[in-house]
């Protein structure tokens, strides 16, 4: 298939491409580059495509595409903390009219990347995919709008697909180090201790790089039947994990770390455990493989080799950080659009 990969050059989107390729597929990028540059180790291949902001798309960037994958977004609570507005600009608005543009150029089938932070605050219970969405951020409210508005887009022929991640870890080329596994193995390496601001008893679902790209690659083949409309967790139970125990995890895996709990920043409201019977029952095909343990340890070694210093750690790939360096140097402006050639 011809798929038109949004987000291609995010922590995501540079695992996913060369997946999808390797499967047959035809990938095609867009991006606007925010953290093009935000590269450890080896410089990543990127697909073709376009360096184009979302906000900006047009029917030409759909023109012969058969399949959507949309994975361009601010992509977390912090940053959409910071810009609200910018979040459901980019996050819903642009999405929607993405898939109302996809859909009018014949394009079957959009795989959106959602979150399972839309569970919210949602207790120790696990959370199905009928479990009410309680978000608790502008980001994960943005996720359930777009959700809502692509739903009411499902027909004969377009086929939205709802795939709401747990939270992601693992290796990109493209690395992210604002996510709990990648930051707390970043400090063990650089600092020998294992920070955890809060309490350490919230439930978070984690899930290895890889295995988002080997679900939406499932996705993409399965059966129109299996998948239209449908929201799947993607995830398995086996890393429903609280915060203390990613720690613990992590303290295993750098050699000489050492666990200090602050709870400075108190009790987190976001949590939740999830469940993963639907992807497995609607892509058997499918299977997450990666446990938090080999994650780590392919983490510490990734840093290890590649001399990851402690300035990178914070701003290069501190998200919120890097996208406030990058307004104040002027490379984007205050909307986040790319300035300059
Ligand atoms: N990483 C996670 O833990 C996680 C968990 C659940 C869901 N998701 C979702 O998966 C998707 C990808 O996440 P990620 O971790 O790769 O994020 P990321 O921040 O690493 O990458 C997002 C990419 O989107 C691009 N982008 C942002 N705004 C854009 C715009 N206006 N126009 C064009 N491109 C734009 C950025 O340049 C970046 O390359 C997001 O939708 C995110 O919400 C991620």
Redesign the pocket.
């Known amino acids: 298939m011809r798929v038109l990969l ?2 291609s ?5 540079t695992v996913m491409a060369p997946v999808l390729t390797s499967a047959g597929h035809e990938v095609i990028g ?7 540059d935000c590269v450890l180790g080896a410089a990543p291949r990127d697909p073709p495509g376009f360096p ?4 900006e798309v047009g029917p030409e960037h759909l023109a012969g595409i058969d399949a959507v994958i949309h ?6 609570d912090p940053l959409g903390s910071l810009a609200p507005e910018l979040t459901f600009d ?1 996050n819903y608005h ?1 999405s929607v009219r993405l898939a109302r543009l996809a859909k009018q150029a014949g394009v079957g089938r959009f795989l959106y ?5 839309v569970y919210g605050a949602a207790g120790d219970g696990l959370v199905t995919e009928q479990a009410p969405l309680r978000p608790v951020t502008p ?1 994960a409210e943005s ?1 359930v709008r777009v959700e809502d508005d692509l739903r009411e887009l499902a027909d004969a022929d377009f086929s939205p697909v709802f795939l709401r ?4 870890f693992g290796f990109s080329p ?1 690395l ?1 180090a604002d ?1 709990v596994l990648n930051n707390l193995v970043g400090h063990a390496v650089l600092t020998g201790r294992v920070l955890v601001l809060s309490d350490g008893t919230p439930w978070r679902p984690l899930v290895h790089a890889r295995d988002i790209a080997d679900a939406f690659l499932a996705a993409l083949d399965a059966p129109r039947e299996a998948v239209h409309a449908q929201a799947l967790n993607v995830g398995t139970e086996d890393n429903n994990v609280t915060v203390a125990q990613i720690a613990q995890e992590v303290v295993e895996a750098v050699p000489g770390a050492r666990l200090v709990i602050t709870g400075e920043h108190g009790a987190d409201p976001r949590s939740y455990r999830v469940d993963f019977a639907a992807i497995r029952a609607a892509l058997p095909g499918f299977q997450a493989r990666w446990s938090v343990k080999a994650g780590a340890v392919e983490l510490a070694e990734a840093y290890f080799a590649n001399g990851l210093t402690e300035k990178d750690f914070e701003r290069k790939f501190t ?1 919120l950080a890097r996208l406030s360096e990058r307004r104040a140097a002027g490379t984007v402006d205050e909307r ?1 659009r790319p300035v300059g050639p």
């Open positions: 949004t987000g050059q995010g922590y995501l989107g867009l991006d606007s580059g925010l953290f093009a184009v902001d979302l906000r994975l361009a977004a601010l992509s977390n980019i642009a990347a959602s979150t399972c932070s980001y996720k991640n747990a939270t992601a493209r992210r996510i998200r986040l």
